[in-house]
């Protein structure tokens, strides 16, 4: 089965290698246009120590983008996080089809930071779906699914890395089996449970500390390390890492600093508190809070945001 893998990063060179180590044929990669000031793309390079070939097309649009692909003879396109918008013309080139990973259980959180979202909003389930993209985003007919927990000391990152990484490349494989069996479904989504949500920025992870402990908690760990929830110390930013719930009545008005240590700088909420290990200001490196605290002068009492 002629395979061409359309991704892009590590996770995309983790798909890579894992079907390359398995023996199965690559006969292609597509990797996203270069970025200015950006590192190379660790698929591209591990595809051009293959001397496979490589391409990187601005758009996905365009017919001739579609006939180099088409010329490939393609049986299957592997797509391993992939941010541009792929229309069904190229998608329906090979001959089995395309399939694709999305780090959520669709209908569940489509769009480009389902990982953030569950986090943020509280939820304690999640999970992967590979599925056949078709021309919505993240619409089209569900190959197979993952389900995992996501425990309370779980961040962004911890739960990409550790577990929705690993396991997304354990499902590729599995889906590839499933293609090449002549036995992947495809389920159609439960338009009725459908949910969307675009980019986690910067903007959508502001805290505001008269909101419940809880909420705070779920807000910070679930942009960290990206984008980085964050309050305010004398106008500027301060971003929030490595967070802990403290429960039980406040001590304080909310966003005061009740106490500075070696365990993290701990905030006052609406109730409970807030422990964060490392803070990030505006214009500088992330730092343990007690060494930021001892840097930049703040002390218990200051109110943040």
Known sequence: MRIVIHGQQAFGKAVFDALLERGEEIVAVYVAPEKEGRPADPLKEAALARDLPVHQPASFKKPEVWETFRALEPDLCVMAFVTLIVPEEFLNIPSMGSIQYHPSLLPHHRGPSSINWPIIQGETRTGLSIFWPDNGLDTGPILLQK???????????????D????????????????????????????ESQASYEGWCTAEDVAIDWRRPAP?????????????????????????????????????????????????????????GAIRAAKLRPARGKKLAAAAFAAQSGLTVGTVLG
């Open 147 to 161: 389900e995992l927990a996501i425990a309370e000391e779980d961040t962004l990152g911890s739960l990409y890395f």
């Open 163 to 190: 577990r929705l990484f690993p396991l997304g490349v354990e499902a590729v494989l599995e889906a590839v089996d499933l293609v090449k069996g002549g036995n992947a479904p495809k389920i159609a989504q439960d």
């Open 215 to 271: 909420e705070i908690h779920n807000l910070i760990r679930g942009s960290d390390p990206q984008p980085g929830a964050w309050t305010t110390l004398k106008a500027e930013r301060l971003r929030l890492y490595g967070a802990t719930r403290i429960t039980g009545p406040a001590e304080a008005p909310p966003g005061t600093v009740t106490a500075i240590g070696g365990d993290g700088l701990t905030i006052a909420a609406s109730d």
